[in-house]
Nanobody, 124 residues
């Protein structure tokens, strides 16, 4: 089993920054790709950004390119999401997800384990 716990969410003004963290525990040795998704009220869960555990290859949603960055610390089993230039439309619950395969898919159903999420609210 794998457990994921997100932290770092909160309320920030338009144009502000936040850094989310995801702590991964349990059977982590066979995890290959990690990602952040988000879900706004009344909308489907959407892919934000992902990273390959081994070589750091990343994949971004067009909506966050140039504003968000993902990083990982394999020794600590941590994944981070740095969010800059936040906009009100970034408001959502942000979820950390991991999968055993190395491909950074953008479809939520391809991920094996999920955290419970952390709320990010951007005020205008």
């Amino acid at each position: 089993q794998v457990q994921l716990v997100e932290s770092g969410g909160g309320l920030v003004q338009d144009g502000g920054s936040l850094r989310l963290s995801c702590a991964i525990s349990g059977r982590t040795f066979d995890l290959r790709a990690m990602a952040w998704f988000r879900q706004a009220p009344g909308k489907e869960r959407e892919f934000v950004i992902g990273i390959r555990r081994t070589d750091g290859t990343t994949n971004y949603a067009d909506s966050v390119k140039g504003r968000f960055a993902i990083s990982r610390d394999n020794a600590k089993n941590m994944v981070y999401l740095q969010m800059n230039s936040l906009k009100p439309e970034d408001t959502a619950v942000y979820y950390c997800a991991v999968r055993g395969g190395s491909t950074i898919f953008t479809t939520a159903t391809t991920y094996d384990y999920w955290g419970k999420g952390t709320q990010v609210t951007v005020s205008s």
